[in-house]
């Protein structure tokens, strides 16, 4: 392993953190080691990362004298925050600054920032399309990750820019999964009307980065981003159907509607689903199957996912 370039990965026991970890053990042939980065070591989840062989390191994103010793000697690092930990936007862009003052401090090569579009340059605060959140957000998780950018470039750390998309484990862990009616039937609620959403597999998010690192540094000041498949609610209704036993349809849901919803952070998502929405055709080109399938050859469709994870979609 000694000659092998360590990549960092922030969130490695977590979805993206970890389908990155685990892409780089499963490449026995290529160039990287994995450190894996979190702030409990002693997790179980951490504790299979070692038994799979990664090097295990604790470091904590509000901390960033540990994120510098956690970079120490490491080529690259992945480097991810989690907004819906704490559902604050500045908190987040705090913690950005921590990881790119660590990343260069310690000298890295090549750094991935997992992000996601500002809003704002789209939809100004002015426009009344959606409603102004805490003051200064559109999307707070889409905006601050969007703001927190320049942070890396400010710092003039080599960064690739990677764009995610919405997760089809939301199904399972994030209440998303088709809920019965009073008639007894499934509906799918998603508010994206007849648009397309683009969705891939959290591990695949990993794996993809994986491959940005095994290009090389040419990707260094450019912004990628993925996607497993391109899908309306329509067609995702119809998988499911395929997957649960019986008719799934779709709600598209109006987006005032899901911003009511008593959950958590309904109004941040009822304002992503509406950009994701009005801006489809760019949030849909942004994010090419072509380069995804490339970078990650083994790409899993909502299809496979489903196959693959459908008896964990919760059943009402």
């Known amino acids: 392993m000694s000659d092998k370039q360590i990549i960092a990965v922030i969130g490695a026991t977590g979805a993206q953190g970890g389908g990155l970890v685990r892409a780089i053990l499963e490449d026995s042939e290529g160039g990287f080691a994995a450190r894996a ?41 992945y480097c ?3 907004f819906w ?45 959606m409603p102004v959140l805490m003051e200064r957000f559109n999307v707070p998780h889409f905006d601050a990750k969007g703001e927190a950018n320049a942070v890396f470039a400010e710092a003039g750390v080599p960064t690739t820019y990677l764009l995610t998309s919405y997760y089809w484990d939301n199904l399972i862990y994030f209440g998303m999964e088709p809920q019965r009616g009073e008639d007894g039937s499934l509906a799918f609620a998603l508010p ?22 095994s290009e090389g540094t040419q990707h260094v000041g450019a912004t990628v981003g993925i996607a497993g498949e391109h899908l309306t609610g ?3 209704a119809a998988a499911l159907s395929d997957v649960m036993g019986e008719s799934v349809s779709h709600y598209p849901v109006p987006f ?31 994010r090419s199957l072509d380069v995804s399938r490339r970078l990650n050859p083994g790409l899993m469709s909502f299809s496979d996912w489903l196959a693959a994870n459908g008896e964990r979609i919760p059943r009402h």
């Not at 509607?257 to 080109?285: I, K, T, V, W």
């Open 85 to 129: 930990e704490h559902f604050s936007p500045d908190k987040e862009i705090a913690q950005a600054g921590s990881l790119a003052a660590a990343t260069k401090a310690a000298g890295l090569q090549h750094v991935i920032w997992s992000t996601l579009e500002d809003t704002r340059n789209w939809l100004p605060l002015d426009d009344d399309r």
């Open 234 to 236: 329509s067609q995702m």
């Open 37 to 77: 980065i979190t702030r409990n070591p002693d997790s179980d989840k951490a504790r299979a990362l070692v038994d799979l062989g990664a090097e295990v390191v604790q470091a904590d994103l509000d901390d960033e004298a540990s994120l510098r010793q956690a970079f120490e000697g490491a080529y690259g690092a």
């Open 192 to 213: 994206m009307g007849d648009r397309k959403l683009p969705g891939i597999a959290a591990q695949d998010i990993g794996r993809c980065a994986h491959g940005i690192f």
């Open 256 to 286: 005032d509607e899901y911003r009511s919803f008593d959950f958590p952070g309904a109004e941040d998502l009822g304002n992503m689903f509406q950009f994701n929405h009005d801006f489809a055709d760019y949030f849909c080109g942004a």
């Open 80 to 82: 991810v925050t989690n």
